[in-house]
């Protein structure tokens, strides 16, 4: 199996900030990766897929980019909406497998 | 809008088998297109992808649990069903169904369930 690694595990930022969050594989795959986002609670949220496809209806500070094994997940300018977690996803090879998550808090 | 609701039991006794049924809602699971997902999340941890199937019957699942898993579609009704047998402690968690969108190679989970805690205790 592909294994999903992201950077940082948590951080705290405030709002207006510029935020990165970074993903690894394990070995390449292509450009078949998606970014989720999850509030508490809640089922995760499609953001991004085919590493830097916004997904319709997603508000355009979010941005992805990267293939191969290393890729990224930019929020332009945090919103307080956006505290959450994120998780990005390969679907590259069977089984589907998930990154660890980063959790975005309020500094 | 396309809807996903699960449902099903939210305590299973150990040893026993763990039955989820996902019921799709504005739209038709026989449309081509589509796969039609359960993926787990662990009490505060990650997500895992269980398996998924298509209309036609088509299954993937994950390795680790192939051998307890069972993931089958009832078109006339609009669902699909998650079995996962001789469960241990080890299966409690939130149970998530989704629509999973292909499109071009890609394999989208663009509609979610709310999630079912499935807790597995005596």
């Known amino acids: 199996a592909i294994r999903m690694t992201q950077s940082p595990s948590s951080f705290s930022a405030s709002t207006g900030d510029r935020v990165t969050i970074t993903c690894r594989a394990s070995?390449?795959?292509?450009?078949?990766l998606a970014w989720y986002q999850q509030k508490p609670g809640k089922a995760p949220k499609l953001l991004i897929y085919a590493a830097s496809t916004l997904q319709s209806g997603v508000p355009s500070r979010f941005s992805g980019s990267g293939s191969g094994t290393d890729f990224t997940l930019t929020i332009s300018c945090l919103q307080s909406e956006d505290f959450a977690t994120y998780y990005c996803?390969?679907?590259?090879?069977?089984?589907?497998?998930f990154g660890p998550g980063t959790k975005v808090d309020i500094k | 809008q396309v809807q996903l609701q699960e449902s099903g039991p939210g305590l299973v006794k150990p040893s026993q088998t763990l039955s989820l049924t996902c019921t799709v809602s504005?739209?038709?699971?026989?449309?081509?297109?589509?796969?039609w997902s359960w993926i787990r999340q662990h009490p505060g941890k990650g997500l895992e992808w269980i398996g998924y199937?298509?209309?036609?019957?088509?299954?993937y699942y994950n390795p680790s649990l192939k051998s307890r898993v069972t993931i089958s579609v009832d078109t006339s009704k609009n669902q699909f069903s998650l079995k996962l047998s001789s469960v241990t402690a080890a299966d409690t968690a939130v149970y998530y169904c989704?629509?999973?969108?292909?499109?071009?190679?890609?394999?989208?989970?663009?509609?979610w369930g709310q999630g079912t805690l499935v807790t597995v205790s005596s």
């Open positions: 070995q390449g795959i292509s450009s078949y």
């Open positions: 504005g739209g038709s699971i026989s449309s081509g297109g589509y796969y």
């Open positions: 989704a629509r999973v969108r292909v499109d071009y190679g890609d394999y989208v989970y663009d509609y």
């Open positions: 199937i298509y209309y036609s019957g088509s299954t």
């Open positions: 996803q390969q679907y590259y090879s069977y089984p589907r497998t």
